[in-house]
Every structure is written in C-alpha cells, then in structure tokens.
C-alpha cells in the first residue's frame, strides 16, 4: 500500500493550503485517514482525523481554520489549511487506519511528509 501526499509548499502568514493524500494497493476498506504533523525536536501531532462515516477530529490548534475531508471512492483525504500562522510550519504526514486482508485486520500506515513553511 501507498500513500501519496502532495500539496505542501511556502505560504504567507494568513494565507491557505490544500494537502491531499491518496491511498493505493489491494485495499479492502479504509477505516480513518488523518493528518499529522512534525516539527523538529517534537513528537508527531494529531491535526485532524476523518471516519469512514464523516466523523472528524481535529487539534484544538487547528479547529475553525483547518477542515478535513475524504473522497472514499478515491480512497483520497483532504486538509485544507487556511489563516496559516507561522507556527503551523511542519512536516505533515498522512495517515490511513486500513485492511488489506480481512483475515489480518485493520493496520496503520504512514504516508510520507509534505513540507508546510508558513513565512513571510
């Protein structure tokens, strides 16, 4: 299984991003996908998590600017960052809670990062 994120870039303080990250393989069913982030000397943090069902979970750093959405047929997650801050620079990573044989269960994988650099 892949997971293939893309859309990160440098970006003014205030301005917006869109991150997209697409699943591929022999995938039987995606349970979450999610985004992450990483900033040198820290631990990976949850941005925001989206259900197979819609639900959603997001960091209270990001809530009311960042949204989270799926395409399920595409097995696609989106981010959509907007009124960036300069402490939203990171390394974003993908994440997908997902079956590849039913016999085994659902297992986590990582996509790998995008770089976000909110400056001026």
């Known amino acids: 299984v892949q997971l293939q994120a893309s859309g990160g870039g440098l970006v003014q303080p205030g301005g917006s991003l869109r991150l997209s990250c697409a699943a591929s393989g022999n995938i039987v069913s995606i349970n979450v996908m999610g985004w992450y982030r990483q900033t040198p000397g820290k631990q990976r943090e949850l941005v925001a998590i989206?259900?197979?069902?819609?639900?959603?979970n997001y960091a209270d750093s990001v809530k009311g600017r960042v949204t989270i959405s799926r395409d399920s047929a595409k097995n696609t997650v989106y981010l959509q960052m907007n009124s960036l801050k300069p402490e939203d620079t990171a390394v974003y990573y993908c994440n997908a809670i997902l079956t590849l044989d039913r016999r085994l269960g659902a297992k986590g994988y990582w996509g790998q990062g995008t770089l976000v650099t909110v400056s001026s």
């Open positions: 989206i259900s197979n069902v819609g639900s959603t």
